[in-house]
């Protein structure tokens, strides 16, 4: 089998250490800026999507300038193996509780999160969270949390009680960054998705 070609959300934020994780498990990551790009020049379609953290209104602004927002929420909609991180959870939520002027989500994640919940950029930390799928050394940096979520959705992990990682279908929405501790837990898993649905 090929390697899995992953596309990376590449407008702003965390996107290179998304992209040295995943090439460093095997993977061919594909910097995706533009709606033609979630095709490759043979053809087929990128195997599984990541978007990153960074700033969540920021991004939805560029998703919408650089017409990726749509393409890229009808493939996540259509069973997409995805990951979002952060501001990418947010961007995956059905509902964002606090959202900044004019910010919108794709709606394919059945969650309401609340942005910054862990407070400023001052405030951020490494921990070690537990999942259900083993412990993880992550960064929080002004994380969202999960304050609610529908029956379709699997809680994957919390911190302090506060619901930090779900799971729905081949979505997977964290509210903290492994990229930037070189967790590879997560990644691992979302390439595994990519094997059981091929």
């Not at 209104?57 to 991180?85: C, N, Y």
């Not at 029956?151 to 930090?164: M, Y």
């Not at 279908?169 to 903290?176: K, Q």
Request: with cysteine; aromatic share 4%; net charge negative.
């Amino acid at each position: 089998m090929s390697a899995p070609r992953v596309g990376v959300v590449a407008l702003q934020g965390g996107v290179r250490e998304h992209i040295e994780l995943l090439a460093s498990l095997g993977a061919s990551p594909v910097p995706l800026r533009r709606p033609e790009e979630l095709v490759g020049p043979d053809g087929l379609r990128v195997d599984a999507v990541v978007l990153p953290g960074g700033e969540s209104s920021t991004i939805d602004r560029l998703l919408k300038l650089f017409g990726l927002g749509e393409p890229l929420r009808d493939a996540v909609a259509a069973a997409q193996p995805t990951h979002g991180t952060s501001a990418g959870l947010n961007q995956l939520a059905a509902a964002i509780e606090d959202p900044a002027p004019g910010q919108e989500s794709f709606g394919v994640l059945d969650v309401t999160v609340r942005r910054n919940a862990f407070g400023r950029q001052v405030d951020s930390a490494e921990t070690c969270v537990e999942t259900v799928w083993g412990p993880a050394q992550v960064a929080f940096i002004r994380a969202p949390e999960v304050v609610s979520y529908g029956p379709s959705v699997t809680p994957v992990a919390r911190l302090h009680d506060r619901l930090v990682a779900v799971t729905q279908g081949a979505i997977t929405g964290i509210a903290f960054h492994p990229e930037l501790t070189g967790e590879t837990l997560f990644h691992r898993r979302l390439l595994e998705s990519i094997r059981v649905s091929a």
